[in-house]
């Protein structure tokens, strides 16, 4: 099974990183790759604005893989969705706000958030 680690949903200004962890447990044989898919579409894995880094997790039986979008902008907003052939996939959806996010989550009525810090945290005890 795969999971994004926080909620499912994600908010960012623009400008900011954004920073996805997706976790993958539970398989027979771990897998060889982690895909990650904006609406649908395959994210490369290197660009200037897209890292993703992967942990085949041998100490800890999971298998953790981290998608960062430098300078976020407004066209990043969407479904991402990891996964690996072995797994079914988990989706978020994030949301890229000009800075009206307090509005914005104040409409929507959202009282969770995403935060980067506790997705770093969490990940760096997987690879210790």
């Known amino acids: 099974?795969?999971?994004?680690?926080?909620?499912?949903?994600?908010?960012?200004?623009?400008?900011?990183?954004?920073?996805?962890?997706?976790?993958?447990?539970?398989?027979?044989?771990?897998?060889?790759?982690v895909f990650w898919y904006h609406n649908q579409r395959i994210i490369a894995y290197d660009t200037s604005r897209t890292r993703i880094s992967f942990d085949a997790g041998s100490r800890t039986k999971k298998t953790s893989s981290r998608l960062m979008i430098s300078s976020a902008r407004r066209s990043d907003s969407g479904n991402y969705t990891c996964g690996a052939s072995n797994t079914e996939h988990a989706t978020v959806?994030?949301?890229?706000?000009?800075?009206?996010?307090?509005?914005?989550?104040?409409?929507?009525?959202?009282?969770?958030?995403?935060?980067?810090r506790v997705a770093n945290t969490f990940f760096s005890s997987l690879i210790i």
Do not use: H, K
């Open 1 to 33: 099974r795969a999971y994004i680690l926080g909620s499912e949903e994600y908010f960012a200004q623009t400008g900011a990183v954004i920073s996805l962890v997706c976790i993958i447990e539970d398989t027979l044989e771990p897998p060889q790759y």
């Open 93 to 116: 959806t994030v949301y890229v706000s000009d800075g009206e996010m307090r509005q914005f989550v104040r409409n929507r009525a959202v009282t969770t958030f995403s935060i980067p």
